[in-house]
């Protein structure tokens, strides 16, 4: 599987904004792995 290549630019203003992508991110992952884990 290829990793989705992430840009992320951060700004003075913009560092609430790259948190919440990141956690966005992380909670994504997550969830796969939940569903992989029930298909296994």
């Known amino acids: 599987m290829k990793k989705p290549k992430i840009t992320i630019t951060v700004n003075k203003n913009s560092k609430k904004e790259v948190l919440a992508?990141?956690?966005g991110w992380?909670?994504?992952l997550l969830m796969i792995g939940l569903?992989?884990?029930?298909l296994i």
């Open 21 to 23: 992508g990141v956690i």
């Open 35 to 38: 569903i992989v884990w029930k």
């Open 26 to 28: 992380l909670l994504f």
